[in-house]
């Protein structure tokens, strides 16, 4: 239900755009949300985005250069990274989750569907 694509290798600075087609995973409670990865560490929120009302979840370290976005029509969800930087690298997952508000959308336990992970890597 949840099928992310458009990782790739760059360079620094470069921009990238991932995508996740979210079939049957629409409605105004469900929020869609970008995850991270890297070996060692636990999987983080990148971003989020609620479908109903659009409110928007970043982490710290991604905002004003990550920008999550749907497009209604496609039922796609985006992910616009910009200013990459090397510790930008890591496994992405798309995930899609119910019901979650500011104070849980960071957790990962809350999303009960997930992608395959597209690998980024940014090159310094």
């Known amino acids: 239900q949840l099928q992310a694509s458009g990782g790739g290798l760059v360079q620094a600075g470069d921009s990238l755009r991932l995508s996740c087609a979210a079939s049957?995973?629409?409605?105004?409670?469900?929020?869609l949300g970008w995850f991270r990865q890297t070996p060692g560490k636990e999987r983080e929120l990148v971003g989020g985005r609620r479908w109903g009302d659009g409110s928007t979840y970043y982490a710290d370290s991604v905002k004003g250069r990550f920008t999550v976005s749907l497009d209604r029509a496609k039922k796609t969800v985006y992910l616009q990274m910009n200013s990459l930087k090397p510790e930008d690298t890591a496994v992405y997952y798309c995930?899609?989750?119910?019901?979650?508000?500011?104070?849980?959308?960071?957790?990962?336990?809350?999303?009960?569907?997930w992608g395959q992970g597209t690998l980024v890597t940014v090159s310094s």
């Open positions: 049957g995973l629409t409605g105004s409670s469900v929020t």
């Open positions: 995930a899609a989750a119910y019901g979650v508000i500011a104070s849980t959308a960071r957790d990962r336990g809350r999303y009960d569907y």
